[in-house]
T-cell receptor
Framework: EAGVAQSPRYKIIEKRQSVAFWCNPI?????LYWYQQILGQGPKLLIQ????????DSQLPKDRFSAERLKGVDSTLKIQPAKLEDSAVYLC????????????FGNGTRLTVT | AQKVTQAQTEISVVEKEDVTLDCVYE???????LFWYKQPPSGELVFLIR??????QNEISGRYSWNFQKSTSSFNFTITASQVVDSAVYFC????????????FGKGTKLSVKP
């Protein structure tokens, strides 16, 4: 079984620039999550999709962050414009259901905003 | 607010020692799930164990065991005979909200196992 794929692995941008991250979940997993992990902290949920619908985006800074999951498979997370405090690892995870099953995480994208 | 506390920031042990990682959570939910994840230096979060709130039977799986006490809202994780490869950050992560399925991660405990 192929795991959760994310790209790019690393990204360095200047503040006020835009950036996009891509995630391909495990085949058949209906639920997809984006987490932000700042250095030294636990991951924080940004947005959760069930198929191609948003279930929870209460912690997504909607003035600068956006995410979509077209056709209920791949997902992209965008930041525009980026701020210094957005420097973090962005983790994508998928699960066959909501709550009961463990999440499968990708390797993450490490974003550095200078 | 529902949250999780991992009071131990860093733990250092010598190989073959047993080590217990503490986790205390807060919730008003009557049904929930509890998870432990491991994050090695490579960065990928790896699932370790899961426990249902309505099943307080503690189990052992290889070198891993856990102690779930609903009365004290604790879900501690023990590694027996630790190995250098166990060095990682360990996260306790309850799932609240019934079918909502959102993991709430603690700040993590960094475990260093020295040879």
């Amino acid at each position: 079984e192929a795991g959760v794929a994310q790209s790019p692995r690393y990204k360095i941008i200047e503040k006020r620039q835009s950036v996009a991250f891509w995630c391909n979940p495990i085949s058949g997993h209906a639920t997809l999550y984006w987490y932000q992990q700042i250095l030294g902290q636990g991951p924080k949920l940004l947005i959760q999709f069930q198929n191609n619908g948003v279930v929870d985006d209460s912690q997504l800074p909607k003035d600068r962050f956006s995410a979509e999951r077209l056709k209920g498979v791949d997902s992209t997370l965008k930041i525009q414009p980026a701020k210094l405090e957005d420097s973090a690892v962005y983790l994508c995870a998928s699960s066959p259901d909501r709550g009961r099953s463990p999440l499968h995480f990708g390797n993450g994208t490490r974003l550095t905003v200078t | 607010a529902q949250k999780v506390t991992q009071a131990q920031t860093e733990i250092s042990v010598v190989e073959k020692e047993d080590v217990t990682l503490d986790c205390v959570y807060e919730t008003r939910d009557t049904t929930y799930y509890l998870f432990w994840y491991k994050q090695p230096p490579s960065g990928e979060l790896v699932f370790l164990i899961r426990r249902n709130s309505f099943d307080e039977q503690n189990e052992i799986s290889g070198r891993y065991s856990w102690n779930f006490q609903k009365s004290t809202s604790s879900f501690n994780f023990t590694i027996t005979a630790s190995q250098v490869v166990d060095s990682a950050v360990y996260f306790c992560a309850p799932v609240y909200g019934g079918s909502q399925g959102n993991l709430i991660f603690g700040k993590g405990t960094k475990l260093s196992v020295k040879p």
